[in-house]
């Protein structure tokens, strides 16, 4: 075994452990993340030629993400629209279940951790003030030093794995309520142009409008 790792004492393999399952964790959220598919603000202004696309070819060749949703729209078209709301709620809440999986424990990882630390320091100082007491010998500055260097060694290695997998954990959370919200703009506009009501031609209009005002 490393002597770092032998420093840390018996706290050093649960700080194993959990170094181990956050770094897992993160890479399986990122291999999730990296798969969505942005939505850009020329496809939320576009929103009814989407869906024209979508019912044409794309949405039927395994959709995934928010194409997804449109082929649900699409597909409910027969129902009325407050069918297909539910059926679209009902989807967006099992999206964000998708996306928000193991973030939880992300940030569970990231409290325990520096716990783990933080009670391998107190061990280790209660260890270093019994040996202490023990000596009959002066207590030299460099005795005290290497006793606190070794206690304190399981709360920085608790920091470490901590701050990455809290930073970790909130940016996914940010992540999938962004992209959720996105989503959902999206197909609120999709549905409306189901309905007949064409979001970009009334955005287009109320533009015109401005610049008429703004020249008058």
């Not at 700080?15 to 969505?36: D, G, H, N």
């Not at 928000?100 to 992300?106: I, K, P, Q, S, T």
Request: proline fraction near 5%; aromatic fraction near 8%.
């Amino acid at each position: 075994m490393p002597a770092w790792f032998i420093s840390m004492g018996p706290l050093g393999w649960p700080l194993a452990l959990c170094s181990l399952l956050a770094l897992a964790l993160v890479f399986e959220r990122l291999s999730v993340f990296l798969q969505l598919q942005p939505i850009s603000q020329k496809t939320l202004t576009d929103s009814a030629a989407v869906c024209l696309t979508c019912t044409q070819q794309p949405c039927h060749k395994r959709p995934k993400g928010w194409r997804y949703g449109l082929a649900l729209l699409e597909r409910h078209a027969s129902l009325a629209a407050a069918q297909r709301e539910e059926v679209l709620g009902c989807w967006l809440q099992e999206e964000r279940c998708r996306l928000n999986r193991h973030l939880r424990v992300l940030q569970m990882v990231g409290v325990l951790a520096p716990m783990l630390g933080l009670l391998g320091t107190v061990l280790g100082m209660v260890t270093m003030f019994a040996g202490i007491a023990e000596q009959n010998s002066p207590v030299t500055p460099a005795l005290l030093a290497d006793g606190l260097w070794q206690a304190l060694y399981t709360t920085v290695w608790g920091l470490v794995i901590a701050i990455p997998a809290l930073a970790a954990g909130q940016g996914f959370s940010f992540w999938a309520e962004r992209y959720l919200e996105r989503v959902q703009i999206l197909l609120n506009r999709c549905h409306l142009a189901f309905n007949g009501l064409d979001l970009g031609l009334l955005d287009s209009a109320s533009e015109q409008a401005s610049l008429q005002w703004e020249a008058a």
